[in-house]
């Protein structure tokens, strides 16, 4: 059985940090792109960043480019997601997907493997 389990989410104040992490089993996405996205109450689900197969390439929402980094470690079967100057409008669950291409966007329906999330919330 094929699962993406994320975890590192929790409450930070604003201008804080945290390492989210994507750990799959059941296959090996070592060709896969992996990707986060975040939904926050009330509102849709929005792309974060991809990363692509080799971790050569990456892309970033506007709104956490320079404050996000997207990661992978292709031994663990895990990509990362630091993120850092952490603002209330992050608050929200963050999920990791896999897609089956090399290279991945920003469309939700190019992912096909989805974790179930975590929670994160930036208040003071």
């Known amino acids: 059985q094929v699962q993406l389990v994320e975890s590192g989410g929790g409450s930070v104040q604003p201008g804080g940090s945290l390492r989210l992490s994507c750990a799959a089993s059941g296959r090996t996405f070592s060709n896969n792109a992996m990707g986060w996205f975040r939904q926050a109450p009330g509102k849709e689900r929005e792309f974060v960043a991809v990363i692509a197969w080799s971790g050569s390439s990456t892309y970033y929402a506007n709104s956490v480019k320079g404050r996000f980094t997207i990661s992978r470690d292709n031994a663990k079967n895990t990509v990362y997601l630091q993120m850092n100057s952490l603002k209330p409008e992050d608050t929200a669950i963050y999920y990791c997907?896999?897609?089956?291409?090399?290279?991945?966007?920003?469309?939700?329906?190019?992912?096909?493997?989805w974790g179930q999330g975590t929670q994160v919330t930036v208040s003071s």
């Open positions: 997907a896999a897609t089956p291409a090399r290279y991945g966007g920003s469309r939700s329906s190019e992912y096909n493997y």
